[in-house]
């Protein structure tokens, strides 16, 4: 009798999640995470790329989240991508206005798509490993592989 196949049910995906100083107070968010439990949990956009892979981001997928050329934070993806309409638009108390005529900020979330997250390390700025973002708010290639690799 041949031996049952091991599930991959329950394995996850890793995610480089880049994010922008220049467009988002992330030490704020952070800070405020660390402090109030209820404030780990928040909405992660898709960003302006086409969603043609959005259904690869699965609930218990690893968000390692980069700025300002760090990991300063580990997330996990708590509930799926999925478009949001009118008053129920996530809105981050934590953006920054947008300073340029094209508003570049609704630009980037035109396509209302946001999935929930939920801040699970946040390490000091002297703890924060090396990770270089990327121009798409979702990535993987080499350099996450070479991260989770050390």
């Known amino acids: 009798m041949a031996a049952a196949a091991v599930s991959n049910k329950w394995a996850t995906t890793a995610w480089r999640v880049?994010?922008?100083?220049k467009a988002y107070d992330y030490e704020k968010r952070l800070q405020t995470a660390k402090m109030h439990e209820p404030d780990r949990y928040m909405y992660q956009s898709w960003g302006n790329r086409p969603t043609t892979n959005i259904g690869e981001v699965k609930i218990c997928d690893t968000l390692y989240i980069t700025c300002d050329k760090h990991c300063v934070a580990v997330a996990t993806v708590v509930e799926a991508f999925r478009e949001y309409s009118g008053d129920e638009i996530p809105t981050d108390v934590f953006a920054k206005e947008p300073t340029s005529p094209t508003l570049e900020r609704e630009a980037r979330h035109a396509n209302n798509m946001f999935c929930r997250i939920y801040?699970?390390?946040?390490?000091?700025?002297?703890?924060?490993?090396?990770?270089?973002?990327?121009?798409?708010?979702?990535?993987?290639?080499?350099?996450?592989?070479?991260?989770?690799?050390?």
Do not use: V
């Open 18 to 21: 880049s994010w922008n100083s």
């Open 119 to 150: 801040l699970r390390e946040i390490p000091s700025k002297p703890m924060r490993p090396l990770l270089p973002g990327n121009q798409n708010t979702f990535s993987q290639g080499q350099e996450l592989k070479n991260f989770l690799n050390k």
